[in-house]
Each structure stands twice: as C-alpha cells, then as structure tokens.
C-alpha cells in the first residue's frame, strides 16, 4: 500500500505530462517492490499531487528560480533493498525529467529530488487498525 507524494511548481508540467507521470510513478514503485501491477494494488497506491503557485518555492531563500520537483516515496521498512532503491530513485528521476522536459543528465538534473521514506513496522494504520507489512504481503500473494 505505498504511498507517493508529488510536489511540483503549477504551470511546469502540462496536465497529459502529469497524467503519464503519475501512472509511471506507480509502476516504478510496484515494480521496485516486487508486487503484480494489478487493479487492487492499483486502487490502493495513492499519489497526492501538491501544486504550488511559484511564489510559494524559494531557492536559496531568494525567491522562486526554476520549477523544481519532488516525489516523496512511502513504504513500508524492509521492502526495499539496497539495490531496489537504486533502481527506484534512477525510474523516478528519468520519469520526472521526461515529464517535464529536463534532460536528466543536464545541469537542470538536480531540480529533481526522490525521497524514500520507510514506515518501521507497527506504525502504519489504516480502517482504524495498524497494517503490518506480513499481512500486505499476505494480500498480494492471493
């Protein structure tokens, strides 16, 4: 059930980019913890998106400079390796850069920036009962 948090400048991507990127985000996190891409994890891997006027990013604290991008990444601890990460990080960056027209490489490169936050076991809650990662697992598997 991971989560995925996408903040963005309003105005840098037009809207079928976002479309496409959302979707592409999903997959790559699906895919990065080895679950099936199927309708139910589906419906429940949330991304919010967060778009924010440009006033309301400062680079450096000297007002707002170029869009830049954020994705937060949720998921539970220990569903991740090492290398997992890697591969994560590198699909979501390349997503974001196609998106938005940022050659990923290119001096804009670090206008993009992933985040993975892993949530330590016991202290994920939803339906008003804490989820444990075993039980997730449980659910894919059937």
């Keep these: 059930m991971p989560m995925i948090d996408l903040i963005f400048v309003r105005g840098s991507i037009d809207d079928a980019a976002l479309s496409r990127l959302t979707d592409e985000l999903v997959t790559a996190l699906l895919r990065a913890e080895r679950v099936p891409d199927t309708p139910f994890l589906r419906d429940n891997t949330l991304v919010y998106l967060h778009a924010i006027a440009p006033a309301e990013l400062s680079v450096g604290g000297r007002g707002p400079g170029e869009p830049r991008f954020r994705v937060d990444l949720t998921v539970f601890a220990g569903a991740l390796d090492k290398a997992r990460k890697e591969q994560l990080a590198a699909d979501v960056h390349a997503a974001v850069c196609a998106a938005a027209g940022i050659e ?9 920036w992933t985040l993975i936050h892993e949530i330590p076991e016991g202290n994920w809650g939803g339906g008003g009962n804490i989820i444990y990662y075993q039980q997730v697992k449980g659910l894919v598997a059937e």
């Design 104 to 112: 990923p490489l290119g001096p804009r490169a670090f206008q993009v």
